[in-house]
């Protein structure tokens, strides 16, 4: 996970994990068949992390609709905050849409019923509500972790739209 702020997860080697480890180059194979169950678990404590920050700030949220929101501002700081790990979660080399492993399956479960209940019991129902809501946060993430504005801006812009998607 160390590695994994400093550079993008396809660039991270098991031979590097045995250095950083300071373990024989052999070792981290006892834990990882390949590169790619590294890569997976990888992803599954990054999706653990953010679906703690997203809970986090749902259940300090004072009403529903701001719950909402800052559910919706978590998601965009973590993308933000941890730009490797969230593109190694949600990499389809990694976890293959609708084959998710045993321990990213409930994670991505949760993830969507954390943001499912805030958006509804914030007024904004049925299936399209919540991928619109979705799809907003994760754009703007994925945008300002590339650097096309700032955190402020994508914040900002976030609580906007989904204060218009929300109704009143």
Not at 20 to 34: E, G, Q, T
Not at 41 to 55: G, H, K, P, T, Y
Not at 107 to 120: C, D, F, R
Request: hydrophobic fraction near 45%; charged fraction near 20%; aromatic fraction near 6%.
């Amino acid at each position: 996970m160390q590695l994994l702020v400093d550079k993008p997860a396809g660039e991270i080697s098991l031979r590097e994990v045995a250095r950083a480890a300071d373990v024989s180059h052999n070792a981290p194979y006892h834990h990882f068949s390949d590169r790619r169950g590294l890569l997976k678990v990888l992803a599954e404590r990054s999706m653990a992390d953010l679906v703690a920050a997203v809970r986090a700030a749902i259940e300090a949220g004072p009403d529903p609709r701001s719950a909402a929101i800052e559910g919706g501002a978590a998601y965009i700081r973590f993308a933000v905050e941890h730009p490797h790990g969230f593109d190694v979660i949600y990499d389809p080399t990694v976890c293959i849409p609708g084959e998710p492993s045993e321990t990213m399956a409930p994670l991505i479960a949760e993830l969507e019923e954390l943001l499912g209940a805030a958006i509804s019991a914030a007024g904004l129902e049925g299936e399209s509500g919540f991928t619109g809501a979705w799809g907003l946060v994760h754009g703007l993430g994925t945008l300002c972790a590339a650097g096309h504005f700032t955190l402020d801006d994508a914040l900002a812009a976030s609580a906007e739209a989904l204060g218009r998607m929300l109704p009143h």
